[in-house]
């Protein structure tokens, strides 16, 4: 054995710097590494086949089924089923199979189509010619046939078909640009770079000719992370190793644009790829109602319970009483007679819960899940949700959520490009207190009449020239923008032509754009990079050459980046922008009190502010800067700790040039917006990355504040001066002044009768709120945090790290009141909060799309969140909220006679209905005109949710599901079933209802009773309906007529498949008798009274705002003649009753 080898081994797996376990190690070509240099390690890793299906042929029946049946109420069915075909009970096991059948059986299909659609991209995918790198010649594949350590070349325009390190590139440069919108949505051009050592290799003999290992992480979900490094063998040489990033990694499912091809290793292969890893679905969220209906559920299978066990008791008792048991025309056998007792008890307990069980529905479940996924659709087709400037609609990537938008309590959302454009404009600079206006750009165009550039303060001297021109050359050189000679390029991009030639700026930053072209006004212009060199054109027209040494890139912590370049004279300098926070702690020298005047004057303005700052470099500084870059890139383990170590050292001792001012305006609508959402009672919170005056002027702009608000800050300046102790318990003494006089809103959280209170939080102190408290008391400050919180109208987050922002979310979803939250942004870093609330919303903005993708819907604009959450979310809820209560009010009118009417038949679990009524009343005659209703009920208009966001308030804190109202339909459904009971009881006390003086017998009774039932369900149903159209007409009118002609012919016809043919001319008979007919109007009549008497006297005397709303409609002209658009009908508050 190569004891070489075996040292290798043991020296790599004792080695306490790095686990190499957690790596793998790829030899590209399926070369092995050269004798003596390390051990080669045979790996097995997938192939690159993909399989995003759930089932196969063979296990789908048996997985499918038991994915089903871990659903309660199908289990439940699927006992109760089981029970009736193991013991003798009243009905049939056709009432409970059938139904169950038909909703286990849709369920199936439906999953079974979207299997095998997914099986058909599977295997197109799969199949997917690709080119290798074999013996020096290429040769063509089928994608899962691709292995890791495959050289693979990929054309313009194709996807890539594994993740791979990217080689080579027809390129000179060595590198490519790719597009990633079907990963994260981004449409904009990325660039990807080769490997320095590899870049020059541009045909297959010189690639297969490569000897070279990667050493790399495993695979792991995220798509903008990646480390690993790749050792190059040179014959006789050291082998040179070199960094790997995610900037060398090519995705799967990413496109190849603009370069005519690349040469890649595949490192990454099918399930392993990050594409494949981020199929995972989000953890699942519940809804308030769901949580409703299944806490109701629990409530009727008690009382299920209840009555099996009253009938079973009663039943014995009533048996005790001598000849009751066993009848003169019943005798026993002797085996019924030595029966145990106990079992025989618990057997009828079974009976009776089959008898019953129908008060649970299992197609309320069906008909609930139709309306979310059917009712989705609304949203999507709805035209004023349509952006015409991005093409974009609203999007709904889960339709569990619909009614949570109607229940909305607190919103948080984010800044940039949320409540403003992320359309960025160079307003100004500001160089050693010196102030520079450029020409007014717009959008790329210059405004006429503007030329020069426009001094605001003096003009510098001298050394102030030179100052000047070095900080023109460092934001021309500090930046990640490309240019493009393409006019055809997505994403943010302006035109160039000052320079004489025609360019294109890329970047997937708005920020780089805007100032890269605002410096090109003020006479440089950055033309492109080539070679590693940086070129610009300065205000003489010559161009300058610098070559790109180091780019410390930018990062969400440090809130700054940089760049290490040396000029054609030999020197080396560091230009460094960043936040005000990151630079100012880092400066030695430059006037940085005037500089820090204007920075905060434009914050205050509502304008972005950069500060720019340099450091010059000595050979030996930069050789131990490189050095301490070089040893941070190669780590395979906290190489992003590491990194941002050596930042540290090397951006230190820096020389203050001088600060940007950008504008980011406001989105339209968004301050109407905002104002109506507080209208209708729900507080908005602000979280951002931005400085405290930036984000308070855009809270300013967008009303959150008005110029009456109060603002109190608990921020780090603040807690400096007094302790987090003092601070908290100062503004809640604050906030809490006047709670004894008066009455705070309990969903707005402000009112005009008091001080309207702001709090300004940034992430530092928050940090210190979530902290242990140093006096030696449990817990943290977060309960008066919390109570500070509820007091005030408005809340701005600032200067917040995106985990910060989930912490808030997660803050209030947690406290006592337990609200419904909803947060809203457009980038990456929102992405964490968004996950968090209960309802998570993206908007489809210009920071990509990976908000949008997590999101549970997506919006083009912030405006859209109004018509979102006032009309749609407020259809939703009314709707589904209806939907239940209405399933639970007629299951109740269907079993309860069933009860009543053991106490008549001696317990003796006789069944009240057929079984074909059984069976259908849930699927065929009550089901259609409930979903259609959860569909497309209005009880207002649309105009009028707009107008009025305060009708928002109604249905507030889940008002249509709480227990009060659940009561009320249960007890209005028991009132119904007693009325249709006994009123046909007596009806037949008379029992000559028949004009030739017959006697009806017990299943025309049941029948008289289900056709009571039916119509006065179905009745009800339309007396709650505001809205109707045809579609109501035909679907509530059709399902009567359907009953009818299926209860002529049930039992019109002797049906040669049925063993018994009890229901034979039933129907025909009952309908045949004049006092049926009309028992059957005064029924319906009697059971619908109390309804609408209540209706009636509630409306005259405790009116809700929504049904004050459908008053003044109703005496009004149409829609059209309402005068104004804007301003609510109802000026006078609500009362707290109406709340």
């Not at 995003?52 to 871990?70: D, I």
């Not at 350590?149 to 890539?160: A, P, S």
């Not at 902290?771 to 509820?790: A, S, V």
Request: hydrophobic fraction near 40%; charged fraction near 25%; include cysteine.
């Amino acid at each position: 054995m190569d004891c070489s080898r075996l040292r290798s081994l043991v020296t790599r797996f004792c080695s306490g710097e790095e686990n190499w376990v957690d790596n793998r190690t790829v030899y590209v070509g399926h070369r092995e590494p050269p004798p003596g240099t390390e051990a080669y390690i045979p790996q097995r890793y997938p192939d690159n086949r993909i399989v995003s299906s759930k089932y196969t042929f063979w296990n789908f029946v048996p997985k499918n089924l038991f994915e089903q049946f871990r659903r309660i109420a199908n289990f439940y069915f699927l006992i109760i089923f089981l029970v009736q075909l193991i013991i003798d009970t009243p009905t049939s096991p056709v009432t409970s199979g059938l139904p169950l059948f038909f909703v286990i059986t849709v369920t199936a299909i439906k999953q079974g189509y979207e299997d095998w659609l997914r099986h058909k991209a599977d295997n197109a995918m799969n199949q997917y010619p690709v080119h290798v790198i074999q013996h020096g010649k290429l040769v063509r594949k089928q994608s899962r046939k691709l292995r890791v350590g495959d050289i693979v070349m990929v054309k313009e325009d194709e996807t890539f078909p594994c993740d791979l390190i990217m080689l080579s590139s027809s390129r000179e440069d060595g590198t490519c640009f790719v597009t990633t919108a079907s990963l994260d949505g981004e449409s904009s051009h990325k660039t990807y770079f080769a490997i320095q050592d590899t870049k020059a290799f541009h045909n297959e003999q010189e690639i297969d000719a490569l000897h070279a290992t990667i050493e790399c992480e495993q695979p792991q979900p995220d798509l903008y992370k990646f480390v690993g490094r790749i050792n190059i063998y040179r014959a006789g040489d050291e082998p040179t190793a070199r960094p790997l990033g995610s900037e060398n990694l090519l995705l799967r499912g990413a496109t190849l644009k603009n370069t005519e091809r690349i040469f890649g290793v595949a490192i990454y292969t099918g399930m392993e790829t990050k594409m494949a890893l981020n199929y995972q679905s989000k953890s699942q969220k519940r809804s308030a109602v769901e949580k409703s209906m299944n806490a109701f559920l629990i409530v009727y299978l008690c009382i299920l319970l209840s009555k099996a066990l009253i009938n079973t008791v009663l039943k014995y008792v009533w048996q005790s009483k001598p000849f009751q048991d066993e009848p003169w025309y019943n005798h026993k056998t002797d085996s019924e007679r030595q029966r145990n007792m106990f079992l025989k008890a618990f057997t009828d307990f079974l009976a009776f819960m089959v008898l019953f069980n129908y008060i649970i529905p299992v197609s309320m479940y069906v008909t609930v899940e139709m309306q979310k996924f059917l009712g989705s659709y609304f949203l999507s087709w709805d035209e004023e949700m349509f952006d015409e400037d991005t093409g974009e609609g609203p999007l709904v990537n889960t339709s569990d959520l619909n009614e949570e938008l109607g229940q909305v309590e607190y919103i948080f959302t984010d800044k940039t490009g949320t409540l403003t454009e992320n359309n960025m404009e160079f307003i100004e600079c500001c160089i050693e207190g010196h102030v520079y206006v450029p020409h007014v750009i717009c959008n790329g165009q210059i405004l006429p009449n503007c030329t020069g550039i426009d001094m605001i303060d003096s003009s510098p001297g001298a050394g102030g020239k030179e100052r000047e021109e070095l900080f023109f050359r460092a934001l021309c050189l500090c930046h990640t923008v490309q240019v493009k000679d393409d006019d055809q390029v997505d994403g943010p991009k302006k035109g160039n032509h000052l320079s004489g030639r025609p360019c294109i700026y890329i970047s997937s930053s708005p920020d780089e754009v805007a100032l890269v072209e605002g410096i090109q006004r003020l006479g440089f212009t950055y033309l492109r990079t080539k070679d590693n060199f940086m070129e610009i054109l300065n205000r003489e027209n010559d161009i300058e050459r610098f070559e790109l040494m180091e780019v410390l890139s930018f990062d969400s912590v440090r809130r700054r980046m940089s760049v290490i370049v040396k000029s054609t004279k030999g020197d080396i300098f560091l230009f460094c922008k960043g936040a005000d926070s990151s630079i100012f702690p880092r400066v030695k020298e430059g006037k940085v009190e005037q500089i820090q005047a204007r920075v905060e004057r434009n914050a205050v303005e509502g304008l972005r502010t950069l500060c720019v700052a340099y450091k010059k470099f000595t050979e030996a500084e930069y050789e131990e800067a490189c050095k301490q870059l070089q040893t941070a890139k190669l780590a395979l383990h906290d190489r992003e700790k590491k990194l941002a170590e050596a930042y540290e050292q090397i951006e230190k001792d820096l020389s203050l040039l001088g600060a940007t001012a950008v504008e980011d305006r406001l989105q339209e609508k968004a301050a109407d917006t905002i104002e109506s959402l507080q209208k209708a009672g729900i507080k908005v919170w602000v979280l951002t990355g931005d400085k405290m005056e930036t984000a308070a002027a855009t809270c300013y702009a967008c009303k959150l504040f008005r110029r009456n608000t109060q603002l109190l800050e608990l921020t780090t300046k603040k807690i400096e001066e007094q302790s987090l102790h003092d601070v908290l318990f100062e503004l809640s003494k604050t906030v809490l002044r006047h709670s004894d006089s008066l009455t705070r809103d309990s969903y707005s959280g402000f009112s005009t009768d008091m001080q309207d209170y702001g709090l300004i939080i940034d992430g530092a102190a928050l940090s210190l709120i979530m902290k242990p408290r140093q006096d030696g008391n449990p817990g943290n400050y977060k309960e008066l945090f919390l109570e500070i919180c509820r007091n005030c109208s408005a809340v701005l987050c600032c200067r917040m790290a995106p985990l910060q922002k989930a912490q808030i979310v997660k803050l209030i979803k947690a406290s006592k009141e337990h609200p419904i939250t909803l947060a809203i942004g457009d980038g990456a870093n929102d992405v964490s909060m968004i996950l968090e609330a209960h309802v998570g919303i993206g908007v489809i903005g210009k920071e990509g799309r990976q908000a949008a993708r997590n999101s549970d819907y997506a919006i083009p604009k912030f405006k859209h969140l109004k018509k979102m959450l006032l009309v749609h979310g407020h259809f939703y809820y009314v709707r589904i909220a209806e939907l239940v209560q209405y399933f639970f009010y007629k299951n109740v009118c269907f079993i309860f006679p069933q009860f009543l009417y053991q106490f008549f038949c001696g317990f003796s679990q006789q069944p009240l209905y057929d079984t074909a009524y059984l069976t259908l009343y849930n699927i065929s005659f009550t089901s259609l005109p409930i979903l259609l209703y959860s569909l497309i009920e209005q009880h207002v208009s649309m105009d009028m949710l707009k107008r009025d966001p305060m009708l928002y308030r109604d249905i507030a804190k889940n008002a249509l599901l709480r227990w009060r109202s659940f009561i009320y339909w249960t007890f209005l459904g028991l009132f119904d079933a007693i009325v249709f009971f006994f009123g046909v009881y007596f009806l037949f006390e008379n029992s000559t209802v028949m004009n030739n003086g017959q006697m009806l017998g017990n299943w025309t009774f049941g029948t008289l009773v289900f056709t009571v039932l039916v119509f006065t369900v179905t009745l009800k149903l339309a007396i709650d309906t505001h809205y109707w159209t045809w579609i109501n007409h035909f679907v509530i009118w059709g399902s009567l007529l359907f009953y009818i002609v299926f209860s002529l012919l049930w039992g019109g016809i002797i049906w040669p498949f049925l063993n018994y043919q009890r229901m034979y001319y039933v129907f025909l008979k009952m309908l045949s008798s004049g006092p049926a007919w009309l028992g059957i109007i005064l029924l319906i009549i009697l059971s619908l009274l109390p309804d609408i008497l209540k209706k009636v006297v509630f409306r005259q005397l405790w009116p809700t705002t929504t049904e004050k709303i459908q008053k003044i409609m109703k005496h009004k002209a149409p829609i059209n003649a309402v005068p104004s658009s804007e301003g609510p009908l109802l000026e006078e508050p609500l009362t707290s009753s109406e709340a």
